[in-house]
């Protein structure tokens, strides 16, 4: 499982995002419809499609890809905290 302290701790060199990514997708699930946080393998890492406006992230794509087991998920989005709470 990779999280943000194995990140921080290996550096943040410019090739170190590139190897962020399962050796073997073979225990990889898809998880896509419910947004989710967290992955089964327990990271909370993920690999995401976004575009940028402005020097900000304008708009995200909702399917992610865990960057430890490679399984795909729904991201979260502010709509969903509000029917949390």
Do not use: Q
């Amino acid at each position: 499982m990779v999280d943000k302290e194995d990140v921080e701790r290996e550096g943040t060199h410019t090739d170190d995002i590139l190897k962020l990514r399962p050796e073997s997708y073979d225990k990889s699930m898809d998880m896509r419809g419910t947004p989710t946080h967290v992955c089964p393998c327990g990271s909370n890492i993920w690999s995401l499609k976004v575009i940028f406006e402005d020097f900000e992230i304008a708009t995200y794509f909702l399917d992610m890809e865990c960057v430890s087991c490679g399984s795909v998920a729904t991201a979260p989005t502010p709509v969903d905290r509000e029917a949390r709470e």
